[in-house]
């Protein structure tokens, strides 16, 4: 009853911070072998792919899928902290690198028939730290008909290790963030798009109406019509299982002409994650009926 009185005393939603100890560990152990599948075949994808942008590609595929993968579990397993899905997003980022780096030698120095045996090199730190090194004396590949080495390999080799980790991170974080939990029930809040919408150009008189609880003022704009070229959409997060926790998200939509001429919808967050009780989705649901 205290978490729930403390929520309600709240304007925006935040997570508890609850991490249990055995959704944390599965996420971190499933997320990891997912990882370092993904980096062996990466590893032997950059080793013989000779275009560039295919190889950002694939490890920007490399930190996305394992980051979704992870943070998908960690919603399972009822992680509602942002600080340890990032910690979580770090170390399995950090395993895919690891484990890429152990493959990619052995894959690029095999078109040679060199000896360096990918389990050797994952079992000790040491050999591959030193591989690495030596590869960076010698070079790897050309460009535009000179080998990249030293100063510029180690540059080229850190915006990649901080791309696999930093999108897996994210992704991570990303997919923890972005629903609300129920404390009471235990149950994440399903998502409602596009609940309502209204006409309007004033986005921070809309907020501050919204933060205040006014949703009267949503009334009074009008339901969005065809010839609009800005207006207010309104979302919803509840819970399915008690409904006691839901929230709202608003935006402000701007049409716009795109580079090829066409028209797109623009929209930006103006309110996210505000608080309401079921008085106010009943009175937000009445108003929805009213524009529709």
């Known amino acids: 009853m205290r978490a729930m009185d403390a929520m309600t005393e709240k304007t925006f939603y935040s997570h508890s911070g609850k991490v249990p100890t055995l959704g944390f560990v599965l996420a971190l152990a499933v997320g990891a072998a997912v990882a370092s599948l993904l980096a062996f075949f990466y590893a032997y994808f950059d080793a013989i792919m000779p275009f560039i942008y295919l190889n950002i590609v694939a490890l920007v595929t490399l930190g996305t899928v394992s980051g979704l993968v992870t943070g998908k579990l960690l919603v399972r397993g009822r992680v509602r902290n942002n600080g340890a899905a990032t910690l979580a997003g770090l170390a399995v980022g950090f395993v895919g690198l690891y484990v890429a780096w152990a493959a990619w030698p052995h894959a690029l120095f095999d078109q040679f028939q060199w000896d360096i045996r990918f389990a050797h090199l994952l079992t000790s730190p040491a050999s591959l730290w030193s591989t690495i090194v030596a590869i960076n004396h010698q070079g790897a590949w050309k460009l535009s008909k000179s080998t990249p080495t030293g100063f510029v390999l ?95 998200t608003a935006q402000f939509v701007d049409l716009v002409t795109n580079d090829k001429g066409g028209l797109e919808q623009k929209a930006e967050t103006i309110v996210d994650g505000l608080l309401v009780t079921g008085d106010d989705l009943e009175r937000l649901r009445g108003i929805a009926t009213q524009s529709a």
Do not use: Q
Request: charged share 25%; hydrophobic share 35%; with cysteine.
């Open 154 to 248: 180690w540059v080229t080799w850190t915006a990649e290790a901080l791309m696999i980790v930093g999108v897996t991170m994210m992704n991570a974080k990303g997919y923890v963030a972005r629903e609300p939990f129920c404390e009471s029930c235990e149950h994440w809040c399903a998502f409602e798009k596009c609940v309502l919408e209204t006409h309007g150009y004033d986005p921070e008189e809309m907020k501050k109406h919204l933060e205040a609880k006014d949703f009267s003022y949503l009334a009074s704009l009008g339901p969005r019509t065809r010839n609009d070229v800005t207006w207010f959409r309104i979302d919803l997060h509840r819970c399915r299982g008690c409904g006691k926790t839901a929230t709202v």
